[in-house]
């Protein structure tokens, strides 16, 4: 499947990469990090342009996380439960956790394999709004999809090797990018202050 998705990403582009990060987050069995670190490596060689990469990257994974949260608001968490087979229990403590951290969960759980693929239907059968959800969500998809994409562009033809190396530190790089990024947020809001 990984060859098939490569074949058609070298012949379509940024098309593929859209459609498949739209599919991966809403939980089709689709290697994410992988094509966006391949994506990152060709931008690099110049056969794609980084501005339609980075903008299929991050609007497809927006768009995916959104229908994923739509998913979750129509469905309710009885539904729910019943279709992705999640244990009363289990709905119960993530709703409890976005009722305490759900913006934050939102932004790192991209950066965990399996969990970026259930975080917003989650979070669309919780009483968080969708401008909350938004908040959060969009940036957190722009953070994951950058730092793939960076991580093949700054690795070029040694690309697989570095996402290997990579993915069993996925949660601590995102625990570390959504901090820095707020640390850097913070810090311009203090200067404008004065």
């Known amino acids: 499947m990984e060859q098939h998705f490569l074949e058609w990403l070298s012949r379509y582009g ?5 459609l498949a990060q739209v599919g ?9 990090e992988l094509l966006l670190t391949v994506c990152g490596a060709l931008v690099r060689s ?30 309710g968490r ?8 999640i244990p009363k229990e289990t709905v119960a403590r993530a709703q409890t956790m976005f009722g305490r951290y759900g913006g934050w969960l939102l932004g790192f759980g991209y950066f965990v394999p399996g969990v970026r693929h259930v975080t917003a239907i989650l979070a669309g059968s919780t009483p ?9 969500a969009y940036p957190g998809a722009a953070l994951w999809s ?9 690795a070029g033809q040694g690309w697989r090797p570095a996402l290997t190396v990579l993915r069993p530190w996925l949660p601590l ?16 809001w203090r200067l404008a202050q004065g």
Not at 67 to 74: A, E, F, K, M
Not at 174 to 188: D, E, P, Q, W
């Open 146 to 154: 950058l730092t793939f994409l960076a991580v093949g562009y700054y």
């Open 173 to 188: 790089l995102g625990l570390l990018v959504i901090l820095t990024s707020t640390v850097a947020v913070f810090t311009k």
């Open 46 to 75: 110049g056969k794609f342009g980084a501005t339609s990469v980075v903008f299929a990257a991050i609007t497809g994974c927006a768009a995916g996380t959104t229908l994923s949260y739509i998913l979750g608001r129509s469905v």
């Open 78 to 85: 009885r539904a729910l439960r019943r279709w992705v087979q």
């Open 128 to 136: 968080i709004t969708f401008l909350n959800f938004a908040k959060y």
């Open 24 to 32: 991966g987050i809403f939980a089709l069995p689709i290697p994410d």
């Open 14 to 18: 940024p098309v593929v990469l859209f």
